[in-house]
């Protein structure tokens, strides 16, 4: 891996700038959601946090196209990253009034507006990762991005949670400020280093907006390859949307470890689910290499299965296991995926492209965590088995995508 951003000078500056960005994204997150619980309407507080943090995403699929558009990239970074101090440095001075709705209201809009000005960016960091890194490459550079940003994500929640004890919610909120402060300068010193490779970027702009998205929409759908594995690694995603909850109901009644109090055995899953798929992020260029991304697949979706009947059969180590192996399979996967994007797409229209996956990818957690609770309603058996149906689901609909491409 050091030999590797050894030898990409610039591809880690760049890379290490818009991962430091993360930092922020993260940074700030408990003291939100901690200060919309603190009041009376608490249940719509926490609604409205959730919302500004989700809805960017949604989003993304402007943004990355609007990103795509643009032919001075690096000053948009800088601007964008003044923007989100502007937005932090804001929402620290609203700490310093009574805390009503209202006033979380304008706290949760200028995090939304903090958030969309970072999918931006990251849209508009994409096709310097095409100019920078050899196709060959792109795997590796793609799976340092992803262990770094899941290390980021556990890192920076927890650093937001541990300063909330010894500082004020309104002095957080200007150390997140400052985070961005320095994202901006970091894109300012290496500005002449991005310049010589920005020229090198096609931009279209010929192409309206929407009729940009409908077509970068085809591009992926046209690609039954692309378009199965798409949907598998969002299906794998949704499976740890589902797991969470009904894990929680899960330990209630199951005997195991009692002397582990429920909270800190939440904990763990969460720790193992990413610590797996941090090792698989950092092992993607040495473990299978020779398998295909759709049999990877297969095979986490196959261990679904095995944690549906490991939760039928109250086995609180064999839900680790399943748990475990999904986990580090989606991460050799990942970023084998996320290359092959990369790679197979023109540089103008990338940034839309990326945006647009990546919006799917992240769509099916929340709706899992939702329905999943719901077939508990029939009885918590119902919903263990849901996950061998949905386990049945994932492989039938990669077999029936698959066939369409052979006959098609």
Avoid at 272 to 278: E, F, H
């Amino acid at each position: 891996m050091l030999t590797f951003l050894k030898n990409n000078p610039i591809f880690s500056k760049i890379a290490g700038i818009s991962l430091f960005s993360k930092v922020g994204d993260r940074l700030f997150y408990t003291a939100m959601l901690t200060t919309a619980a603190s009041l009376p309407n608490g249940n719509t507080a926490v609604m409205m946090v959730s919302i500004s943090e989700t809805l960017p995403i949604l989003l993304s699929f402007f943004l990355g196209t609007l990103a795509d558009k643009k032919k001075r990239k690096i000053h948009l970074l800088i601007q964008n990253s003044f923007v989100r101090t502007v937005m932090y440095l804001s929402i620290g001075l609203l700490f310093n009034y009574p805390h009503t709705l209202f006033l979380l209201f304008l706290m949760a809009s200028f995090n939304f507006i903090s958030d969309l000005a970072g999918n931006y960016s990251s849209a508009l960091v994409t096709p310097f990762t095409k100019n920078l890194v050899k196709a060959e490459d792109m795997e590796q550079a793609q799976g340092i991005i992803s262990m770094t940003t899941q290390l980021i994500n556990v890192l920076a929640t927890f650093a937001g949670a541990t300063l909330l004890s010894f500082f004020y919610r309104s002095t957080l909120a200007y150390i997140n400020a400052s985070v961005f402060f320095i994202v901006g300068i970091g894109y300012f010193f290496i500005y002449p280093e991005l310049s010589a490779v920005e020229k090198k970027i096609t931009v279209n702009n010929n192409e309206n907006t929407l009729p940009t998205i409908k077509k970068n929409f085809k591009l992926l759908l046209h690609n039954k390859s692309i378009l199965n594995n798409l949907f598998q690694l969002s299906l794998l995603n949704g499976f740890f949307g589902g797991l969470t909850p009904i894990f929680v109901l899960f330990i209630q009644t199951n005997q195991s470890l009692m002397f582990i109090p429920s909270p800190i055995k939440i904990s763990l899953l969460s720790a193992l689910i990413t610590v797996a798929m941090v090792f698989g992020n950092a092992l993607n260029t040495k473990l299978f290499l020779n398998v295909s991304i759709g049999k990877l697949n297969n095979i986490a979706s196959s261990f679904i299965s095995l944690g549906g009947i490991a939760l039928l059969l109250n086995n609180f180590y064999l839900v680790f296991v399943s748990a475990g192996v999904v986990s580090f399979l989606l991460g050799i996967v990942s970023p084998r995926f996320s290359a092959k994007i990369i790679n197979k797409y023109p540089t103008e229209h990338l940034g839309g492209i990326v945006t647009t996956v990546n919006s799917l990818l992240v769509l099916t957690p929340p709706m899992t965590s939702f329905i999943f609770p719901i077939l508990t309603n029939v009885s918590l058996n119902f919903s263990y088995f849901g996950f061998i149906l949905y386990s049945i689901i994932l492989l039938v609909l990669s077999f029936v995508i698959l066939k369409h491409k052979k006959t098609s």
